[in-house]
């Protein structure tokens, strides 16, 4: 028979305020239990067959009529009670076959989950040892290419274009040299700075050399620098070299190794036109410079140490980039890291280097991984502590770790996914949260279930199954949701984070309902009672712990106590909760309104915190220096050119360039197309001030004119030239040129052109007149602009016309494949929005799309894009696309995760309440990103 004790606490509360208390708490405690603690009963208890088990049932509550405590027992059956009936249908419930399977092979059942968790990593590491790339690990890049964007297909048509083909090169003459080590390949980049001092001194200025001369001289340098057309190393391009002689042949003033007079100096490189651009690059915001005072000031300045690497082969110049790269990180990354930690004789030191970034970057992960070895040995411990079981700890971590190597295989081999970046070994902390908060649950509805009276313990396990496991499924159901919410992001870095994270947390659900009972489960048969010798006296068995909850109030946790006596009181107040309904209300209105000012992050991906040296030599270079050459954007006007097509493309691979799709259709052969390219630039150069406002073209900083490179222009000038110098007999050979005036100039050059060898249907004029241009009458003289076009213009042989000059050092006749027009902008790439930089972004279309209304069909196809590397109309898609995408991903999680707190909650009003929550809180997050002067960045994008 159980025994049920109404207990009534003694209370100094009046009648009134006791009539609320109508709080009920009951703890029901099997015979057994009393009797093997010594307590209360004695005797045998009933069978177990009888459903209707005995058991003491202690309820606590307030009366009415009295404020004196009263004890009341009784004798009665459970199943009188509805509370009683319930809880033993939930007990006696027919047990679930895998529950009755763990109970009655328990080794069995942990040999078969354990071979199954090994099973996946195992075949990982025979893959990882067989030399399978098993894990795609990319660390210091991050793809966030628009696969589906015209700008992204356009910039990557451009900057493949010259591997498409067989690209023909006129034999002229370089300027730089023959060597192919003339080209800029990579640059060590140096700030110095001195805050509220002087680096325009002659002693500063002397430190500066002297840094410089060091990194120069380091062991191999001579290997790897960008050489000059002498094939000498480029000097450190700096203030320095405006006196030590460099520019000397301009005038002797720039001569001055002493550094004694630096305003002098510096004067007059200032008013020099050809030197005024570069100085500028090197000079902070709070310059001065005053020869007539005798004051040159700066806090800051910063120089370059150029690099350059091999061609050769592709092979061979991947290999030798790898080595340039090396030689950068073995020789100069440690040295400058202590220099910008320790300072240099009173100056900070910032620097940045593409190698070294990368460096730094797989140092961090590496950091990073280590953290999660520490967060792997806390997890333990607290499990430890928790369980007081090193049996079921070291399980429960081995499976949440398992699980991780289970989801990549998934993720790589099921799926097919060929990216594994930073975001996803971070996901490693993630894990490691989640898998001990469901080890968690099951382990405290297991000591929970320790107080009822079962049939038998597939019985017991049974009930904590469905109980433990239908909780776990809610919350990693909805976690996963929100991973896969990911998925649908057309940014590869956050798509195949959402998805690997989701499949993890699934795969770890599934690691603790299968796995996780057969450790219980074997631990309880075989392991609860043991411990080591050492730690018996300490030692506190899970069963022991219901004593506790058996205990006074005055006993338990003070959180415990805390939420049932004044929180409850307070909540529960008549006016107190409309006072926190109103508060909560501002709290949330507050951040609502932050949240609209919401933005994305201009700068490109931050991997680094705030005081690393990579982000502060950015955050320096784009806020302490004066406008110079490098804070600008090349937009591109491209002909020839289509989207790249990716459809041959792996979905997840970032670095497939694709195929290259040419404009059949292009064709500057007839006179109308030149003519409609050329008035085209006549149009770009005659734009009225608001036009250039909009359009953001920049001026030369000398010369005031828009920089604007079109090879019509240069063009028409040699030919008017020519034309007035050679023929002033009143042959026109003037541009646009056609037959009729190529002619005249192939048969005034006969050593040039055999003109007897034509064919009669020879149609490549305008490349023949081209070729002249560019070579100088086909002398293969060096000129400025060959050099300023070779990389604008693409030309090919053609199986028809093409033909050797006469002295066979050229050849005429040849196709032309795409030609570009290039406007320099002010927009420096990470210093702005995608609502202005969007705006920017579609005048230019507009303007452009315009143009190529106007033009003959040969050439009405082209198109305007920042083509470089850096691409910043794709950047500022980016971020719209972020911006976008948390939004969505915000509505989508959130609708997702109605249904499931509804079926969960078996309430819709509990189900929207607790979603209304949801979106309160994720309001209030993110409004909190704006209100601490954050933006939007990657990692956030995906975390809402």
Known sequence: MPFVFPVYPASNLPDSELRRESDVSTIVIDHRDLQRSGSLLSGKSESRSNKGANRLIISSTNTTNTNTNRSIISSTN???????????????????????????????????????????????????????????????????????????????????????????????????????????????????????????????????????????????????????????????????????????????????????????????????????????????????????????????????????????????WKMNKQKQSNFLVDTYYSRLMDLHDDGYKGFNIYFFSQPLWENAVDEQVLADLVLVVGSCVFIFGFIWFQTRSLWITVFAVFGILTSFLTANFIYRYVLDFRFFGIFHILSLFIILGIGADDVFVFMDTWTSTGFNSYSGLEYRLSDVYRRASGTMLVTSLTTAVAFFVNGVSPLLAVKTFGIFAGILVVVNYLTVIFFFPTVVILYHNSWRHWAWCCWRPFSKTLTESREELIQPDKKKNVIVRFFKGPYFRFVTHGMHRWIIVLAFALIVSVFTYYATKLGPDEEAVKVFKEGNNFVEFNDKSSKSFMPSQSDETTVYIVWGL??????????????????????????????????????????????????????????????????????????????????????????????????????????????????????????RYFETGLGYWVTMGYTGQANTDYEEFRHLLGEELDQWDSTYTVPGTDMYGTRMKYAAISVTTSLPFGSIGYNSGMEILNAWETFVDNEMLKMPASVSNGFQCTCDVTNLWHWIEVQKTLADSAVKGIILGISLAFPVLVIATQNIIIGTLATVSIGLTTVCVIGMIPMLGWKLGVSDDMAT
């Not at 800029?184 to 001369?213: C, F, H, M, P, Q």
């Not at 002689?245 to 305003?263: K, L, Q, W």
């Not at 497939?656 to 064709?667: L, M, P």
């Not at 036009?691 to 000038?717: P, Q, S, W």
């Open 642 to 763: 289509e989207n790249q097509d990716l459809s041959s493309c792996h979905h997840t691979d970032y670095e497939c360039t694709g195929r290259t799709v040419w404009d059949d259709r292009f064709d500057l052969n007839p006179t109308p197309s030149q003519k409609a390219i050329k008035d085209f630039c006549d149009t770009l150069h005659g734009l009225t001030e608001d036009e250039i406002n909009a359009l953001h073209i920049k001026r030369d900083l000398v010369t005031g004119e828009l920089k604007i490179k079109c090879f019509m222009d240069n063009m028409y000038e040699f030919y008017d030239k020519l034309n007035a110098d050679y023929y002033s007999n009143g042959t026109d050979v003037s541009m646009p040129v056609g037959e009729i005036e190529m002619q005249h100039i192939m048969k005034a050059n006969p050593s040039i052109f055999d003109t007897s060898s034509l064919h009669d249907t020879f149609y």
């Open 78 to 316: 459970t199943t009188n009670t509805n509370t009683s009936t319930t809880m033993d249908d939930d007990m006696e419930r027919k047990p679930i076959a895998w529950c009755k399977f763990i109970v009655k092979r328990p080794k069995t059942a942990f040999a078969v989950t354990l071979s199954c968790c090994l099973l996946l990593p195992v075949v990982t590491m025979i893959f990882v040892i067989s030399g399978k790339d098993v894990f795609p690990t990319v660390l210091s890049y991050l793809p966030l290419q628009l696969r589906d964007s015209d700008q992204w297909l356009r910039g990557l048509a451009w900057q493949t274009r010259d591997e498409a083909f067989q690209k023909f090169e006129h034999s002229v003459e370089s300027l730089q040299g023959n060597s192919q080590r003339t080209q800029l390949y990579n640059a060590l980049y140096t700030i110095y700075e001195k805050r509220g001092d002087n680096v325009l001194s002659r002693e500063n200025l002397k430190v500066i050399e002297d840094l410089e001369n060091d990194l120069v001289t380091k062991p191999n340098y001579t290997d790897f620098c960008q050489l000059d057309a002498n094939e000498n190393c480029i000097k450190p391009i700096s203030l320095v070299r405006y006196f030590d002689g460099t520019y000397s042949t301009i005038s002797p003033i720039f001569y001055d190794p002493t550094f004694n007079n630096i305003p002098a100096v510096l004067e007059a490189a200032n008013s020099f036109p050809p030197l005024k651009a570069g100085l500028q690059f090197h000079l902070g915001k709070d310059v001065i410079i005053d020869a007539v005072s005798n004051v040159a000031e700066s806090s800051i300045t910063r120089s370059i140490i150029p690099f350059s690497v091999a061609l050769g082969n592709r092979s061979e």
